[in-house]
């Protein structure tokens, strides 16, 4: 099946700085990724909708100037956490679907912890 | 009202069993219908997807959807002790059903 590559799988970062997490959908183009967000024992909950070549499309709630999403190719979106804090820690996903119709499958997920 | 609902559990039952798990959703235009199974710290895994009314099998789970119901569940017969997740309900959402609505997820655990 269809492999999405997420890195890195664990970030410790300081308050204040910024990471980048990066999705690759390997076998396929993907069009649009989507971002997750998901604390513990809760469930996953959507954050942005990354189109390629334009600008994502945020969920209520998010602040995009501060969960920056850049889609530059068909197979790479990269979410960068802007001026991180303690509160920004959390499980990150990201997942894309091989064509209009696939099935979206999961990267493996960044867990980001800010100190 | 929540998008998506289940109940969050735990449900425990024993090897062998067959274990049920229920999902309610409100937005009664959604057309798919996903169940994922989430190990603790692991991303997501799709077990199943269903977009017409009735049964779908595939091995040991069955999905069921009943759109007037509103309603999805999910049977897994003969339940190991390595089926103990998290599972996860996800109803699409968009013209395409292009992103997701994901409900609380269940707990399962199978006791040996």
């Known amino acids: 099946g269809a492999v999405v590559s997420q890195h890195p799988s664990r970030v410790i970062c300081k308050s204040g700085t910024s990471v980048k997490i990066e999705c690759r959908s390997l076998d396929f183009q993907a069009t649009t990724m989507f971002w997750y967000r998901q604390f513990p024992k809760q469930s996953l909950m959507l954050m942005a909708t990354s189109n390629e070549g334009s600008k994502a499309t945020y969920e209520q709630g998010v602040e995009k100037d501060k969960f920056l999403i850049n889609h530059a190719s068909l197979t790479l979106s990269t979410l960068t956490v802007t001026s991180a804090h303690p509160e920004d820690s959390s499980f990150y996903i990201c997942s894309a679907r091989d064509g209009r119709w696939g099935n979206p499958f999961f990267g493996s997920g960044t867990q980001l912890s800010v100190l | ?112």
Do not use: H
């Open chain 2, 1 to 112: 009202q929540k998008e998506v609902e289940q109940n969050s559990g735990p449900l425990s039952v024993p090897e062998g069993a067959i274990a049920s798990l229920n999902c309610t959703y409100s937005d009664r235009g959604s057309q798919s219908f996903f169940w994922y199974r989430q190990y603790s710290g692991k991303s997501p895994e799709l077990i199943m997807f269903i977009y017409s009314n009735g049964d779908k099998e595939d091995g040991r789970f069955t999905a069921q959807l009943n759109k007037a119901s509103q309603y999805v569940s999910l049977l897994i017969r003969d339940s190991q002790p390595s089926d103990s997740a998290t599972y996860l309900c996800a109803v699409g959402r968009g013209n395409y059903g292009q992103n997701f609505v994901f409900g609380p997820g269940t707990r399962l655990s199978v006791l040996p």
